[in-house]
């Protein structure tokens, strides 16, 4: 029959960093309730000088390497919308801080938060031209808005590493996709700018929409019938989206909507991004290693996957959690990431936000501020110089 295929591994990196919305509430006004229960966000991780996407997915993917060996990994994957260059992929600089072998392809991937699902499913496909491989999959972005826009407070930074293989020993990615891609400006940043430009009502309505294009798709394809599923995970740009994500899909399968359905299937999918905030491509697989580590024993229970990339394209599809999934999580660790980080105020939060490398292309150290292994040393000759601490 078919081999299974899927997530053998799966590590989570973010920040050394955080800002409570607390903090972000007394200083802009707004009543803290609209953003701890409005858009279920608490806290937003904030990246030191010397942390990017790459020293995030470094240090989420080291792990990985550490418990398998590089030897069956031929393709890297780097997913991210954040990129710190325009045409060297952001995944060889990884390839270098873990030493991974020459023999290996690197490439990088692009559409809005999509780009971790697209890197899902092409990793799926190259295992299964050769089963012997394995693919790594890391997703990693940090969400910046402008200050005092309303999307500042949905800001965030963090990276997932997924090691793809025959034989999972964590979850198994099922046939079929629901494919979704529609043309809309609901959220996009210019080459020329480091902050992101959004619609908010414009993006909420793009994204339930997709959500019921995906279902329509996949139930015409023969997919599980939604009572077959146990959870779902969705792209949380803020966890409540999810919350709104899942009373659309209830409501379009003609489902009684009440809170608690609701709660029950998104319900541990949010501990994580509630405390980091949005990190586009990894926010997905984010709620599934918050699902995995909190919830009871979900052995052979399928789960849905709602990734959705504003701009837009969306995808759904199914995944089965393999028995014996709980001797491979890395829980402890996940919720390290989480609780190491250092609470900084206001003013630092800004002066970080405002910060600008100089474009000279001149020599310029970055100071030691990440107590993480790997960092970003500095820049020199417009190229970026980064080193394990
Ligand atoms: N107590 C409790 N709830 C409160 C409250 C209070 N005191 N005050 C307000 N609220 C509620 C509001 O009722 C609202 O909830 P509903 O949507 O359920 O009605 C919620 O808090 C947010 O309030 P507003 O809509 O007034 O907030 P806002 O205008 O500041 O914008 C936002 C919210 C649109 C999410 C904005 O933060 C934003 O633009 N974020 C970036 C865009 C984004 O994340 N879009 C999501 C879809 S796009 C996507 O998924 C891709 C991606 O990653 C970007």
């Avoid at 800001?155 to 529609?182: C, I, K, W, Y």
């Avoid at 405390?275 to 979900?298: C, K, W």
């Avoid at 100089?358 to 960092?375: L, M, Q, Y």
Wanted: include cysteine; glycine fraction near 8%.
């Amino acid at each position: 029959g078919e081999i299974a295929i899927g997530i053998h591994d799966l590590s989570i990196a973010s920040t050394e960093y955080v800002l409570t919305h607390a903090t972000l509430a007394a200083q802009n006004g707004a009543p803290v309730g609209k953003y701890e229960r409005g858009i279920g966000q608490l806290s937003m991780s904030v990246p030191a000088l010397d942390e990017d996407i790459v020293t995030m997915a470094a240090t989420a993917a080291a792990p990985i390497v550490e418990r398998h060996g590089a030897d069956r990994i031929r393709t890297v994957v780097f997913a991210t919308e954040t990129a710190v260059d325009q045409a060297k992929a952001a995944g060889i600089h990884v390839h270098s801080l873990l030493g991974l072998p020459s023999a290996t392809r690197v490439v990088e991937l692009k559409q809005a938060c999509y780009g971790g699902a697209a890197g899902l499913q092409f990793a799926i496909s190259l295992v299964h031209r050769d089963p012997a491989e394995q693919v790594l999959v890391i997703a990693s972005d940090v969400s910046r808005y402008d200050l005092g826009s309303a999307g500042e407070a949905t800001q965030g930074a963090a990276a997932v590493a997924m090691l793809v293989s025959a034989a999972p020993a964590v979850l198994r990615v099922e046939d079929p996709s629901g494919l979704f891609t529609a043309d809309v400006m609901d959220f996009w940043r210019p080459n020329y700018r480091t902050t992101a430009l959004v619609d908010g009502r414009e993006s909420i309505s793009a994204y339930l929409q997709a959500v019921e294009g995906t279902w329509k798709d996949y139930t015409e394809r023969g997919g599980h019938p939604l009572g077959a599923f146990r959870a779902f995970c969705y792209h949380q740009p803020f966890t409540r989206m999810a919350h709104k994500a899942h009373h659309h899909l209830l409501n379009c399968c003609g489902r009684e909507v009440d809170d608690a359905a609701v709660a029950h299937a998104v319900g541990h999918t949010t501990a994580y991004n509630a405390v980091i905030g949005n990190s586009y491509t990894a926010s997905l697989f984010l709620a599934l290693a918050a699902l995995l580590d909190n919830a009871d024993d979900l052995s052979e229970q399928a789960i849905g996957f709602l990734s959705y990339g504003s701009g837009a394209v969306a995808e759904f599809f199914a995944g089965r959690v393999v028995p014996g999934y709980r001797a491979h999580l890395r829980s402890a660790a996940h919720r390290a990431v989480v609780s190491r980080r250092h609470d900084i105020d206001y003013a630092r939060y800004r002066e970080i936000h405002e910060h600008a490398f100089p474009a000279d292309g001149g020599h310029h150290p970055v100071p030691h501020e990440t107590t993480g292994p790997f960092r970003l040393a500095g820049l020199s000759g417009h190229k970026r110089i980064y080193e394990p601490r």
